[in-house]
């Protein structure tokens, strides 16, 4: 069990530009999610896959930003055409049915 | 819609005491509660997760409680020491998949 690994640590970018961010879940999990974290608030809710499929997406993210889990394994997550707003830590996690959350380190991403 | 509330939202007290953290949630029909420990500029290291049939779990230090009755956990911490310092996370589900975390409790215990 290595954990949940997330790349890159750091991202600095410049407005309007698009990034993309990786998570590498623990290996027998099938759930995994995205959260969004700004400083001193609890992280927000951005996404949900069980394994490769999709099944929850918050209302919250617009159209600029899409998350992908090809073959049950890794996920991304992009956003295209960022904005000063989307300055924040970017947590991925995963789980089993019913059990702990385990989170990765996130991506700190300043749009400049 | 779950909304998750935990007071106090800051506390600094001596090592050596014991405290209780404080979370409250609007929905009850919950499956389990989750508790984490985050550091600053660090992702959530999970400390206790309670399932909805049990009342309490407990590792070393730490004790959780739950009461869904009345939308309520705490969090107990005995014989606080200052390593135990960072911010204290409660999470609960929201409809089938997700998790809604409340703001934290910034936690400082002094040496």
């Known amino acids: 069990d290595t954990g949940v690994s997330q790349d890159p640590r750091h991202k600095i970018t410049k407005r309007g530009q698009n990034v993309t961010f990786r998570c590498d879940p623990i290996s027998e999990h099938n759930r995994l999610y995205w959260y969004r974290q700004t400083l001193g608030q609890g992280p927000e809710f951005l996404t949900y896959f069980q394994n490769e499929a999709q099944l929850e997406k918050s209302r919250l993210l617009s159209d600029r930003f899409s998350a992908e889990r090809p073959k049950g394994s890794f996920s991304t997550l992009e956003i295209q055409r960022t904005e000063q707003g989307d300055s924040a830590m970017y947590l991925c996690?995963?789980?089993?049915?019913?059990?702990?959350?385990?989170f990765g380190s996130g991506t700190q991403l300043s749009v400049l | 819609k779950q909304e998750v509330t935990q007071i106090p939202a800051a506390l600094s007290v001596p090592e050596g005491e014991n405290l209780v953290l404080n979370c409250s949630f609007t929905?009850?029909?919950?499956?389990?509660l989750q508790w984490f420990r985050q550091d600053p500029g660090k992702g959530l290291t999970s400390l206790l997760l309670i399932q909805s049939s049990q009342r309490e779990q407990t590792s070393g230090r730490l004790n959780a409680s739950l009461d869904k009755s009345s939308g309520r956990s705490t969090l107990y911490i005995a014989a606080s020491q200052p390593g135990d310092s960072a911010t204290y996370l409660c999470a609960s589900p929201s409809g089938t998949y997700k998790y809604i975390f409340g703001t934290g409790t910034r936690l400082k215990v002094l040496a």
């Open positions: 929905d009850s029909a919950i499956y389990n």
């Open positions: 996690a995963s789980s089993s049915r019913g059990e702990k959350l385990f």
